[in-house]
């Protein structure tokens, strides 16, 4: 069985075939700048979690090394557990 197609209606498919293709193509250009940016920006966020981790660590770790050393001070362990910073009697060297 043949089937009579206008030429028309040929073109007309064609174009709109074109159109969607052409779109497809700008979304995928689109989605491809957004994962880059994505993967900029998660790097960006490791990187500054990392640095604000290690920023935080330092003296937090300082203050809880001072903070049992005066707990053991206050509740008589004596002062062999005192940082070298202080005194015998306690107060700041």
Same mark, same amino acid.
């Given at each position: 069985?043949?089937?009579?197609?206008?030429? !028309?209606?040929?073109? &007309?498919? =064609?174009?709109?075939?074109?159109?969607?293709? &052409?779109?497809? =193509?700008?979304?995928?250009?689109?989605?491809?700048?957004?994962?880059? !940016?994505?993967?900029?920006?998660?790097?960006?966020?490791?990187?500054?979690?990392? *640095?604000? *981790?290690? =920023?935080?660590? !330092?003296?937090?770790?300082?203050?809880?090394?001072?903070?049992? &050393?005066?707990?053991?001070?206050?509740?008589?362990?004596?002062?062999?557990?005192?940082?070298?910073?202080?005194?015998?009697?306690?107060?700041? &060297?």
């Amino acid at each position: 069985m043949f089937v009579w197609i206008e030429r !028309q209606y040929i073109q &007309a498919t =064609d174009q709109r075939l074109i159109a969607a293709l &052409a779109e497809r =193509d700008d979304l995928i250009r689109d989605l491809n700048l957004k994962r880059e !940016q994505l993967t900029r920006l998660q790097r960006a966020r490791t990187q500054l979690l990392a *640095s604000i *981790s290690h =920023d935080l660590r !330092q003296p937090l770790q300082a203050v809880r090394l001072y903070a049992e &050393a005066l707990n053991r001070y206050l509740t008589g362990g004596g002062f062999s557990a005192m940082p070298i910073f202080l005194k015998e009697d306690g107060t700041p &060297a």
